[in-house]
Each structure stands twice: as C-alpha cells, then as structure tokens.
C-alpha cells in the first residue's frame, strides 16, 4: 500500500524518549529543550515508525496468530537526515518485505520510510524483523526470499579481541512502564497476566529500549551514526543491568549487550556505521 500515516513529535516526545532509554537529569542535551545542543538521540528514528499502523493483518500472513506469542526479533535502523529534526511532522510509508516458514515459528519483516510531511524529505528508515513462536507451518518458504538492503541483513560478528570500550547501564524496574509511553502499548511489556500466556513470569522489556540502552552507549562514546542493526538474542526483564561492548573497526562499530545478572545474550550480531566527521555531543 502506498497509503501512509501521519505522527507527529517535539519536543516533549524526544526527552520522554531520552529519560525512557536511560538519559540522566544531568544530560542535558537530552533531557533540557533549552539546551545549546538539545538532540534526539538517533535511536529516536524507531519512534515515529512505531507510532504509525501495519496494512497488511498478522492473521492473514502466518498460522495462529498470538500477539503473546510475538517476540521482536531484529532490528534494522537507517537515519537519512542530520541533524534529527526535534519537532516534526512526519508520514511513514510501510511494506511489507518476507514472510519465513521456521516450522515451529514464523518471521515476518518490513520496511518503513519516515518522511517529513511537510518537505518530502525522507527522515529515517527502518526494516523490523518479528518472530511469532508458534506460528509456522503453513507451508511457506523456509528461507527469506526477498532482497534486502546490504546494511539490514549484515552479519556483524563481535570480534575476539577484548572491546575497546564497555558500558554498564542498569535499567530500572519501571523502565518498561517508562518506555511504553513512547508508542508501543504492547501489554507483554506491563500486564503480567498477559506475559504469563506468553511464556514470561513477569513482563518483559521492549527489544527497543535495549536497543535504545546499548545505542546511547555507542553514541556516547562514538558520535553520531547513520544507521544501526540488531538481533534481540534473549529477553530481558526491567530492572536487569545491560553489559555492553563495542569494538571500532574502521568506520563500524560493532556491538553485543549482554545480560550482567545470568551473563545471557540481549543483543548479538550488532553493528553501527559512524556518521562521517561527526563527534559526539554529549
Ligand atoms: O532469540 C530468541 C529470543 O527470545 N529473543 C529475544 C526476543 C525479545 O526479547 N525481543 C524483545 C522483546 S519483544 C518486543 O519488544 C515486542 C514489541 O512490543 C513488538 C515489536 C513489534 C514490531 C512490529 C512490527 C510489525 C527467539 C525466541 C526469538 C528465538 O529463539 P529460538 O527459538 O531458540 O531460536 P533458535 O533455535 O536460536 O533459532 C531458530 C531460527 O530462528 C532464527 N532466529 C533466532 N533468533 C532470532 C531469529 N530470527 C530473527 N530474530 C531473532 N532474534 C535463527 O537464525 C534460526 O534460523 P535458522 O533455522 O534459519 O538457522
């Protein structure tokens, strides 16, 4: 479908996104409009996709569909504007890209251009990657049968050497709680009777505040960059610590968070290319 769908942000939108990803009172070009620098942290380019609806139905791609059963799986996020507007009205164009027979699971993905509605330039593209656990077997294809962006599907590969830099981030207990409020409703993040169908004992965190978390790390100590991907390896309950370490390689930064309290991965086959020239801000 070529219809899009309006969403519409400023200010307030993008420190509630900052302080839900973990920015501090003391951060103030996160958290202060009045700030010299005030910005959106890149990872902001997710929201606006998120806050906009699908066309296509869930119950029409795959077997038994639960949304207790759908876990995000990967993400893919590509920031085509510097600076990130931090008020803007925006239309996000959805499409969808695969659908994957895993037998027990299925594995839908699709792709959104953000543009900002009043020039037409695109603002942010993103490409999502949904695991529905019980959903395969309806005779589809075993393998992705659609061609992808080079940058969405890259297999970045932590390497052996010991990173170049590690970041601890706690999150908090209501840190869910917090994030929803940025768009994503989705009761498996708050409603423990709801996360219980779904196989957790209490409510889980949203794939993209951990992305959020261990991109602000990146961030921080990398600068700016123009687009990032991620594998959601393992879930991750609020109040739980993300471990993550970042290694440059070139003009990459690849990445991994893991889960400091089991030691079990949150995010894998990670990886960040810089902005050009840019220095971090903060
Ligand atoms: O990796 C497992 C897991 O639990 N990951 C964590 C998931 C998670 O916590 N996500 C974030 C929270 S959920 C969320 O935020 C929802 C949000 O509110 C809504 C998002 C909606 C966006 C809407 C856009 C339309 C799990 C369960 C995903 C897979 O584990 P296993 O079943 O053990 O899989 P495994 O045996 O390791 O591999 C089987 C095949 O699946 C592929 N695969 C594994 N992890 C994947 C994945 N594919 C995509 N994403 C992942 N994360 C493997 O490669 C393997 O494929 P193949 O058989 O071809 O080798």
């Not at 890149?42 to 806050?51: A, E, K, L, M, T």
């Not at 296509?56 to 876990?71: A, E, R």
């Not at 590969?157 to 590690?166: E, G, H, I, L, N």
Request: hydrophobic fraction near 40%; charge should be neutral.
């Amino acid at each position: 479908s070529s219809e899009g769908t309006s969403f519409n942000y400023d200010d307030r939108d993008v420190i509630l996104y900052n302080l839900s990803v973990g920015a501090k009172r003391t951060d103030l070009p996160l958290v202060y409009e009045n700030s010299d620098h005030f910005q959106a942290l890149p990872s902001y380019g997710v929201v606006p996709w998120f806050n906009t609806a699908n066309p296509w139905n869930m119950d029409d791609l795959v077997k038994d569909f639960s949304p207790m059963m759908l876990l995000h799986g990967e993400q893919y996020m590509e920031v085509r504007k510097f600076p990130i507007p931090t008020t803007a009205n925006t239309v996000t164009y959805p499409k969808l890209i695969d659908v994957v027979d895993k037998g027990n699971a299925a594995v839908v993905v699709a792709g959104y251009t953000t543009k900002d509605a009043k020039t037409g330039e695109d603002l942010f593209y993103n490409e999502s990657t949904v695991f529905i656990r019980g959903s395969g077997g309806f005779g589809g294809s075993p393998k992705p049968t659609a061609v992808r962006a080079k940058a969405a599907t890259a297999a970045y590969k932590a390497p052996q050497r010991q990173p170049d830099v590690v970041v601890e981030e706690k999150t908090s207990e209501d840190q869910a709680a917090l994030y929803r409020l940025n768009g994503d409703r989705n009761p498996l993040h708050i409603d423990p009777e709801f996360s219980k169908v779904g196989g957790f004992k209490t409510p889980i965190l949203h794939g993209l505040c951990s992305l959020g978390v261990a991109a602000k790390a990146v961030f921080s100590k990398f600068g700016p960059y123009k687009n990032l991907k991620v594998r959601f390896a393992g879930v991750v309950l609020p109040g739980q610590t993300l471990k993550t370490e970042m290694w440059k390689e070139g003009n990459t930064v690849l990445f991994q968070a893991t889960v400091v309290e089991t030691g079990k991965p949150a995010i894998t086959g990670a990886g960040a290319e810089l902005l050009e020239g840019a220095k971090a801000k903060l």
